[in-house]
């Protein structure tokens, strides 16, 4: 191929794709769903080293056993383990660019939730802060963990680093 033939190859093609499925959340996935519609955070204790599991799950991934005891009741506060700042557009996204997005460790849970982090100015982001949950007006509620618009700072103290460190 010559030189001005490479020059003429086409190198980006747009193709919008659309995938529509069916999903069968399963028992699991199905309580912690109806849960949230009713403004609830439902995790699950492994029946091994007891880590709570957020969102719940039908078994434990390290364990390799079922999950089948007492769903266990979060707060809607936690911790920013980490965080990246997002300067392209997403249309799922309700915020402005930039916008943050985070993994909040929710207290009384051993998993990270990834998440938005919305009201703070990206100069004061940074990990070990502590936020709560914002959510959408309750009429506007389904089976989604979307009833959350994003994560907000709290006026407390930031987490000790030994609290979160094992989620980075």
Not at 148 to 160: C, M, N, R, W
Request: hydrophobic letters at 35%; charged letters at 30%; a negative charge.
């Amino acid at each position: 191929m010559s030189d001005e033939a490479k020059d003429d190859v086409v190198k980006v093609i747009r193709t919008p794709v659309q995938l529509d499925y069916n999903y069968s959340a399963g028992r699991s996935a199905s309580r912690f769903l109806r849960s949230i519609k009713e403004g609830k955070l439902i995790g699950q204790r492994c029946p091994v080293d007891g880590r709570v599991y957020f969102p719940s799950r039908g078994s434990c991934p390290q364990h390799g056993v079922p999950i089948e005891g007492e769903p266990v009741e979060l707060v809607d506060r936690g911790t920013l383990v980490t965080f990246s700042i997002v300067r392209i557009p997403a249309e799922s996204v309700p915020l402005e660019i930039p916008f943050v997005t985070i993994q909040v460790l929710l207290d009384g849970a051993d998993t990270i939730l990834m998440h938005l982090l919305g009201n703070c100015d990206l100069e004061k982001v940074h990990m070990g802060m502590r936020l709560k949950a914002r959510w959408k007006p309750k009429e506007e509620w389904e089976e989604s963990v979307a009833n959350i618009i994003y994560f907000e700072p709290l006026d407390e103290p930031d987490a000790d680093y030994d609290s979160y460190k094992e989620h980075i």
